[in-house]
Nanobody, 123 residues
Framework: QVQLVESGGGLVQSGDSLRLSCVVS????????MGWFRQAPGKEREFVAA????????YYANSVQGRFAISRDNAKNTVYLQMSSLKSEDTAVYHC????????????????WGQGTQVTVSS
């Protein structure tokens, strides 16, 4: 059974930093591209960042480029999202997802999803 479990969300102030983690089990983690997506209340889910199996190729949404950094530790089956200079518009539930191959920002090609962790940024 494949499981993706996010953690690290919380309530922070504008300008603060936060690191999200996602621990994966039930699949060969190092074979998969990992992505982060987010969904704010009343809005569609949107892509945040993706990282290929080796960590050598990454891709970011324009809205987070330069503020967020995705990384992974294949020995720990964990992907991270370091978020800096947080803004109120970053408030959302953040989900990690796993995909075989390189789907980039296309959520349709991500096969496995976590339940999400809430990030709330107060201004």
């Amino acid at each position: 059974q494949v499981q993706l479990v996010e953690s690290g969300g919380g309530l922070v102030q504008s300008g603060d930093s936060l690191r999200l983690s996602c621990v994966v089990s039930g699949l060969t983690f190092s074979d998969y591209t990992m992505g982060w997506f987010r969904q704010a209340p009343g809005k569609e889910r949107e892509f945040v960042a993706a990282l290929n199996w080796s960590g050598g190729m990454s891709y970011y949404a324009n809205s987070v480029q330069g503020r967020f950094a995705i990384s992974r530790d294949n020995a720990k089956n964990t992907v991270y999202l370091q978020m800096s200079s947080l803004k109120s518009e970053d408030t959302a539930v953040y989900h990690c997802a796993a995909a075989y191959g390189w789907p980039g920002s296309d959520s349709e090609y991500y096969d496995y999803w976590g339940q999400g962790t809430q990030v709330t940024v107060s201004s």
